[in-house]
Nanobody, 126 residues
Framework: QVQLVESGGGSVQAGGSLRLSCAVF????????MGWFRQTPGKGREGVAV???????NYADSVKGRFTISQDNAKNTLYLQMNSLKPEDSAMYYC????????????????????WGQGTQVTVSS
């Protein structure tokens, strides 16, 4: 049974940093495209960053240069290091798995990911 469990969210002031973690249970995460999405009330889920089987990454333009996605194969854990946080980064952040090893050009579409965690809240104050 696939299970994704996020942690690491919290409240931080603008300019601060947080590291989100996604513990993966039930399969070896590095075999699949893994990603982070975020969602604010009243808006759709937005692709933030993904990493595929070969370690290739993609980022939303809004987080390039500030966020870094990585994975620890030994711990079967996915991470999102978030630096220089802005109030507009405030959202519920979700970890997700795609049922393919490559993320592809449509990586930012949440409908292409089949497994999701429960989310962890990030709040950035100005």
């Amino acid at each position: 049974q696939v299970q994704l469990v996020e942690s690491g969210g919290g409240s931080v002031q603008a300019g601060g940093s947080l590291r989100l973690s996604c513990a993966v249970f039930g399969y070896t995460h590095s075999w699949y495209c893994m990603g982070w999405f975020r969602q604010t009330p009243g808006k759709g889920r937005e692709g933030v960053a993904v990493v595929d089987n070969d370690g290739r990454t993609n980022y939303a333009d809004s987080v390039k240069g500030r966020f870094t996605i990585s994975q620890d194969n030994a711990k079967n854990t996915l991470y999102l290091q978030m630096n220089s946080l802005k109030p507009e980064d405030s959202a519920m952040y979700y970890c997700a798995r795609k049922a393919t090893w490559i993320c592809g050009g449509n990586w930012y579409l949440p409908g292409t990911f089949g497994s999701w965690g429960q989310g962890t809240q990030v709040t950035v104050s100005s």
